[in-house]
Structure formats: C-alpha cells, structure tokens
C-alpha cells in the first residue's frame, strides 16, 4: 500500500524524521518500506533550509521504485525559469524580483546554470502532473477533470512536461497554460478592486484561491481559502456563476498539497479528499507540520491514518 506524504520545501530533516516514524529504512543509499510506497504530492524545492537533501532523498526513492512522485508548481516555476523564451533574450519564468525572492533557496544551493541545477531541472521534467492508481489520484493543488483532460489532450496519457510544449505551457492565455495553472496553483478568483494581501513570500496578491472539493459551498466568501476575515467580509454573498467551481465526483480519495493548512492534528477534508501541506515551511507558524496519510486500501478517509512530525520552526517555539 501507499504512504502518501505532503509539500516538504526543502525540509529534508523533516522528511527523514517522517520517514523513519512511517518504518522506512534507509539502506544502501535510499529509503525503503518492507510492503509500502511512498507517493510525494509536488513542491520538494524553495522556501526550507536543505534543498540538495530533500531532492536528493525524493530523487533516489522513486529511481530505486520505492517512491512515485509528481509534480509542483514550484518544480514548474523552476523548469520555467531555467528555460530560454523563443527570443532567446528572456526566460520563460521572468528573472524578476519577486520570483527570485520565491526561488533563491534552490538558486542558493543549486547555482544557476550549473552541471548540478541543470542535472536537477532535467530531472523534474520526468514528474508527471498526475497520478492515478485504483485506489487514489494524487495531484499537486486542484483535481479538475476539464483541465486534466486539457493536459492530457497536449502532454499524452504520462502527464509529462515536453521541451515542445514548453512555451506553450508558459504562455499566457493558452489553454495549456490555464490547465497547468488550475491543477498545479489551484482555482484562483480575482478579489475586489482595493482588495489584496501578503502571501508567505510577502507578495502582494489581489485573487484568492478557492475551496473545489466540497459542494455545499456556493458563493465567493464561503469558497474562498483565506484565513483574514476582514478580506473575507468583503467578498460576496452571491452564488458563484455555475461551472465556476468544480465538484469533485468522490470516485475515489484524492490527496494533495499546496495549501498551507494549519492544525494541531491534520485531518481529512471530506470522506473522498486529504490535502497534505500542513506548513512546514512557515517559519512563523508554531504549528507546523509535515504529513503524510498512510492509505490501507480503504474508499473511504479515516482520520486516524494521518501521521505527521513537527516543523524545525514548531520545535524551537
């Protein structure tokens, strides 16, 4: 069976102390289960103190098959920022300020244009956007089926990211773009004019990603995943436009990360869907946690499968 574990942002510590509570063993140079397999849910890069480590941890379970993996937006973030635009001039992820700020840690430890970051970026290109397996899908932010099959449509049935579908997937407009957008960062939707907030890097956002797997939830304010209530006060009351929000069709769990939940004991979303980023990056979270679920073979979630270890920042607070 599967052990499927959240966003760890360089946080490789972490991951081994997880690991070895799950009963991986790390032996000849990787980490192995008797009878399981890891499954990691995107986004092993930026953000956390052990960039080389985490990678490298990651990179050797699933080479030895001890470990599947897809991939994040930040894996996607950083395929685009090593990748030249068709100018030649300018790069496909801007060099700008901002996105610097979000990637330096990689850049820190995997300098730019290196035989090691080149190495590194080859081998996110080998992680598809999705995973589904009889017993669970797994993808990095939304499971939307429209734009999965958007994916699929330009990618093929491996989910892989090609050198040909580079620029298309980085451009604008293109419904590549949107699907990678949505299944990788999340359904997103504009805020008010006026309205904006400081995201973990300290960028200023003006949309806010949204709730897609339950469906009793009908307007904005209750969509919206945004823990400032004064921001949510503002949104609306009204129903959100039909086919706006996708619903989930509980076929069977779904897991994924991305989200930054913040709890003392993770727990399932709905009987069918699990996020997994409990924030063990937020250095300002005392509650931090990386987490994994350990699946059994059961339809529906159980809380009591969750396992977890406290962040690095949690243990010094």
């Not at 953000?47 to 990678?55: D, I, T």
């Not at 699907?179 to 904006?196: Q, R, T």
């Not at 004991?265 to 997994?276: E, T």
């Amino acid at each position: 069976m599967y052990d499927l574990i959240g966003d760890i942002h360089g946080h490789a510590d972490e991951l081994t102390d997880l690991l070895n509570k799950l009963g991986y063993k790390n032996q000849h140079g990787t980490w192995s289960h008797k009878s399981r397999v890891a499954v990691f849910l995107g986004d092993y890069i930026d953000r956390g103190p052990k960039q080389r480590e985490s990678v490298a941890i990651v990179r050797s379970m699933v080479e030895t098959g001890n470990a599947l993996a897809i991939m994040g937006n930040h894996e996607f973030n950083a395929i685009g920022f090593s990748t030249l635009s068709s100018d030649g001039n300018s790069y496909l992820r801007p060099h700008s300020t901002d996105n610097r700020k979000q990637h330096w840690r990689f850049l820190e430890e995997f300098p730019f244009g290196s035989s090691e970051y080149k190495d590194a970026i080859a081998w996110f290109k080998t992680l598809p956007m999705y995973l589904e397996r009889p017993e669970f899908r797994a993808i990095h932010a939304c499971y939307d089926f429209r734009q999965l099959g958007v994916i699929k449509e330009n990618l093929g049935s491996d989910y892989l990211l090609k050198d040909e579908n580079l620029v298309t997937a980085f451009t604008a407009g293109s419904k590549l773009y949107k699907a990678i957008e949505v299944c990788l960062k999340g359904i997103e939707i504009d805020l008010p004019p006026g309205i904006s907030y400081p995201d973990k890097e300290g960028i200023e956002r003006h949309n806010v990603r949204c709730n897609w797997w339950d469906p009793k939830l009908k307007t904005f304010k209750e969509v919206a995943l945004i823990s400032d209530e004064n921001i949510r006060s503002k949104l609306s009351d009204s129903e959100l436009p039909a086919g706006s929000i996708i619903e989930y069709d509980n076929a069977k769990p779904v897991f994924f990360g991305h989200y930054w939940y913040q709890s003392n004991s993770p727990k399932k979303l709905s009987d069918f869907a699990a996020c997994l980023d409990y924030s063990v990056a937020n250095k300002d979270l005392p509650i931090g946690k990386l987490a994994a679920y350990r699946l059994h073979g059961e339809s529906r979630l159980e809380n009591d499968n969750f396992v977890y270890v406290d962040s690095i920042y949690a243990a010094r607070s």
